[in-house]
């Protein structure tokens, strides 16, 4: 059943694909599915059971959030009138995949795609589909559900730590 949920998810944002109307927006289209399948594709490589269930738990409550959000806020798209802009799914997606990485496997593995997430976002406001604040709201949905679900992988979690006066990582590993 979840996989089914996770399948339905991702078809949905693939729908997107066909209206693509510039190579800006193409891209960012791509990078909201490349990166959530990156994401699960990690833990089905290195065969971490547990991190494929959070990635279900993770994606698919950002989703249906979203989705929920999408059809009960009814926000007007700056290019139509469609009412389906806030927030937005490709950046609820893509940084639900980069946040999971981020969580799950550390900091280093998710720059590339908190990067890719971002450019993603910018393509949505450049493109005309979504108001800043949509995206704003997507990439919060998408972060919070993994950080609320996701446990580091292996128990190690490696966070930087940045003060006024101090510069470093702090380690920390559950048993």
Known sequence: MKKFIISIAILLEMSNWLYAKSATESIG?????????????TSLYLGDKD??????????????????????????????????????GHISSAFAGASFIHKRYGLK??????????????????VNRHHPIDVYAGAA???????YFVTPYKNLQVTPIVGSDFKGLSLSYKW
């Open 29 to 41: 289209d791509i990078l909201s599915i490349a990166i959530p399948a990156g994401a699960y594709g």
């Open 51 to 88: 991190g494929q269930m959070q990635f279900y738990k993770s994606f698919g409550s950002t989703m249906a959030a979203t989705y929920i959000l999408k059809y009960t806020v009814r926000e007007k798209r700056p290019d139509s009138n469609n009412k389906d802009s806030f927030p937005s």
């Open 109 to 126: 593995y998710a720059i590339l795609p908190y990067i890719a997430a971002a450019y993603t976002g910018y393509s949505r406001v450049h």
């Open 141 to 147: 949905l998408g972060i919070l559900s993994s950080w």
